[in-house]
């Protein structure tokens, strides 16, 4: 199992840009599946952005062209870049993991109802 820890979450006024990262510890996998999801009040989980071990990446087409993941296999890291945030992008951010190989459109999918590891969350809120 691998324990994953996010940070960087805040207030932002709209237009703003915050980077979120992602610390894994733990297990090591050596194919994987990792996304960034959000939950705002009264909402489900949805996929944000998505990552495979094989490098293929997927965005939701609501942060398309404004965030950005990444990672850093050596040391163990998971980033979103957002910038120009907006209102609706305000909710807990969190940032999962899977030892299977899925696609990045089935993670954004499907990721929130079938990864295995979470992290905590990070609040992102964005004023207008």
């Known amino acids: 199992q691998v324990q994953l820890v996010e940070s960087g979450g805040g207030s932002v006024q709209s237009g703003g840009s915050l980077r979120l990262s992602c610390a894994a510890s733990?297990?090591?996998?050596?194919?994987?599946?990792m996304g960034w999801f959000r939950q705002a009040p009264g909402k489900e989980r949805e996929g944000v952005a998505a990552?495979?071990?094989?490098?293929?990446?997927s965005y939701a087409d609501s942060v398309k062209g404004r965030f950005t993941i990444s990672q850093d296999n050596a040391k163990n890291m998971l980033y979103l870049q957002m910038n120009s945030l907006k209102p609706e992008d305000t909710a807990m951010y969190y940032c999962?993991?899977?030892?299977?190989?899925?696609?990045?459109?089935?993670?954004?999918?499907?990721?929130?109802?079938?990864?295995?590891?979470w992290g905590q969350g990070t609040q992102v809120t964005v004023s207008s």
């Open positions: 990552i495979n071990s094989d490098g293929s990446i």
């Open positions: 733990g297990d090591t996998y050596s194919s994987y599946s």
């Open positions: 999962a993991a899977d030892p299977r190989v899925y696609s990045p459109r089935t993670i954004l999918r499907i990721g929130a109802t079938l990864f295995l590891d």
